[in-house]
């Protein structure tokens, strides 16, 4: 008998999203002025772009927690 709910890593999915689509409008805003011609966006804007990779891995560690609970049930 598996503990494991049937959504093992849905969680860590749907939290990867949103990381990920937060990190891609940071983009967009980062990217923005220099289309525009103003005065680029301080430094710590261009960080938030790596929320991008961050949503990323952690959507992809819920994507193989759900395929290693689903082997398990099995």
Sequence with gaps: ???SS???GDRL???GAIIFFIGALSTLA???PLFLGTH???SI???LCMLMGVGF???AAGVFRSARAGS???
């Design 57 to 59: 891995l952690t959507a």
């Design 72 to 74: 398990r049930e099995r």
């Design 40 to 42: 680029p966006l301080p």
């Design 13 to 15: 999915v749907r939290i």
């Design 30 to 32: 980062t990217m923005a």
């Design 1 to 3: 008998m598996s503990t």
């Design 6 to 8: 049937p959504g093992a």
């Design 45 to 47: 804007a261009w960080s």
